[in-house]
């Protein structure tokens, strides 16, 4: 169960962020009250919210899971591959270290954004992507080992990050579309496949037995709900402008 979280207002360099979806550009105004959205339903599901302010200096700074990986024992502290966001890390760490005992951080040549890690219970899969490479794969499995957690990785081959196609839900069961349906490490889980059509969906996320889903995504709700959580939607259209999805927008822990 989760108790808190952390999340960042988009400032208005967000339009400056980095994209590849062709969606046309943020409005900062809509992306402002769908963040408000966003985080009042995190507080429904029963988490304590710290809400930090915007930093112009970074357009994609509102999206701060990448920043740092939050597991029961320690934080990690990431090397993001996009170079326009490294500097995003030195204050995540400023905030985590009124709550983490145990802080560790990944160094050059390695580079890791925590969109691209998965937690499944004490077990971490790292996504290999253009934003994380080999090295800073083999150093979060080395924090992680060093706390009694394991990691391996997993190769992408079409999407930005691995949780952009995949969400753990809990209880064994899995959300996966496009390349990770066939993944064979995802076989023994209980698949819930999301259709193409509806791809962006798969990036939704499991707080306290409740999954908040984006808006307007008929068929994923149905298939979720059919293993019987409860559904909360929000609006997230500014932000999947920047490739950005639920889970991208908060850390949660």
């Known amino acids: ?23 046309g550009l943020p409005d900062h105004q809509k992306a402002l009250h769908q963040h408000a959205e966003y985080t009042k339903t995190l507080e429904d ?43 995003e890390t030195a204050k995540i760490k400023h905030v985590l270290v009124d709550f983490f005992e145990n802080i560790e951080e990944v160094s050059d040549p390695g580079t890791v954004e925590a969109g691209d890690i998965m937690m499944v219970g004490s077990h971490f899969y790292i996504g290999l992507s253009e934003r994380t490479n080999q090295n800073g794969a083999e150093q979060v499995i080395g924090f992680l080992d060093k706390y009694g957690l394991t990691g391996s990785v997993i190769e992408l081959e079409e999407v930005l990050h691995l949780k952009t196609g995949t969400a753990y839900l809990e209880h064994n069961n899995l ?29 939704c996320i499991w707080v306290n037995d409740q999954v908040i889903l984006p808006k307007g995504y008929l068929k994923t709700r149905a298939i979720i709900q059919n293993f019987g959580y409860e559904i909360k939607e929000v609006d997230v259209s500014e932000f999947q402008k920047l490739d950005g999805g639920l889970s991208c ?3 949660r822990f």
């Not at 024992?73 to 990431?78: D, K, L, N, R, Y």
């Not at 996966?176 to 509806?198: A, H, M, S, W």
């Open 1 to 23: 169960m989760f108790k808190r979280a952390i999340v960042r207002i988009p400032g208005k360099s967000l339009v400056q962020g980095l994209s590849t979806a062709g969606l």
């Open 45 to 87: 599901c029963g988490l304590d919210v710290l809400v930090l302010p915007p930093d112009e200096n970074f357009p994609d700074s509102t999206f701060v899971e990448d920043a740092a990986l939050l597991t029961p024992q320690c934080a990690i502290i990431t090397n993001p591959g996009a170079p326009s966001r490294k500097g």
């Open 249 to 251: 927008l908060s850390l």
């Open 175 to 203: 959300v996966v579309c496009g390349e990770f349906v066939r993944t064979e490490e995802f076989q023994k889980y209980n698949l819930l496949v999301i259709p193409e059509d509806e791809s962006y969906a798969a990036n």
